[in-house]
């Protein structure tokens, strides 16, 4: 069954810190691992990733895949308190009519104090 | 491009009671699926459908039903509401692409509360 862990489940830190959460999977036909901020609604678009080693990079946030090892690490550098969120990590992967279908992990939620 | 679309926001049921959660999308999107969000359970898939008259079974279909007849439209029905089905639903679609695929875009979420 395709499983998607995220660590930790909740993370207190004080502004200007530098957080690195994660998340492992086990998909089988591996296709891509995104990362979301969901914040009050809907879930906003980080990053996406299908090769190993290639950092991607937004501001103060960066991603990086290990296919290897089948995980992931999201960083946040001088945290500021509309970091403040939960973030999501899903797994897509492909096969038959399950083109496309991503499966989540349980979020991290990040509170960042001032 | 009002993006995706559901409604309504909000929404008390009854048990027993049966509703369509409404989803529509204005990108071409071939893809769009159905999420339950619950504390502490991140993003569960209910339903999915690859394009008009394709759809298919997430990780927890049980109680709800879906039809595609049009690109833009992905409704979710509740057959007969219970209390274990009050959660946060988000419809999400994406483009159909080759390689990684493309991201999800997201709704803003029906609240749903079932007494």
């Known amino acids: 069954e395709d499983k998607v862990v995220q660590s930790p489940l909740s993370l207190v830190v004080h502004e200007g810190d530098t957080v690195t959460l994660n998340c492992s999977y086990e998909v089988t036909n591996f296709r891509s691992l995104l990362w979301y901020k969901q914040e009050k609604k809907a879930p906003t678009f980080l990053f996406m990733l299908t090769s190993s080693g290639i950092e991607k990079k937004s501001g103060r946030l960066s991603s990086i895949l290990d296919k290897k090892e089948l995980f992931s690490i999201l960083n946040i550098t001088a945290t500021q308190t509309g970091d403040s969120a939960i973030y999501l990590c899903g797994a897509r992967f492909r096969g038959g009519t399950s083109y496309g279908k991503l499966t989540f992990g349980q979020g991290t939620i990040l509170t960042v104090h001032p | 491009n009002a993006g995706v679309t559901q409604t309504p926001k909000f929404q008390v049921l009854k048990t027993g009671q049966s509703m369509t959660l409404q989803c529509a999308q204005d990108m071409n999107h071939e893809y769009m699926s159905w999420y339950r969000q619950d504390p502490g359970m991140g993003l569960r898939l209910i339903h999915y459908?690859?394009?008009?008259?394709?759809?298919d079974q997430g990780e927890v279909p049980n109680g709800y039903n879906v039809s595609r007849s049009t690109t833009e439209d992905f409704p979710l029905r509740l057959l007969s509401a219970a209390p274990s089905q009050t959660s946060v639903y988000f419809c999400a679609s994406s483009y159909r692409r080759q390689g990684g695929g493309s991201p999800l875009h997201f709704g803003n979420g029906t609240r749903l509360t079932v007494t």
């Open positions: 459908s690859v394009g008009a008259g394709i759809t």
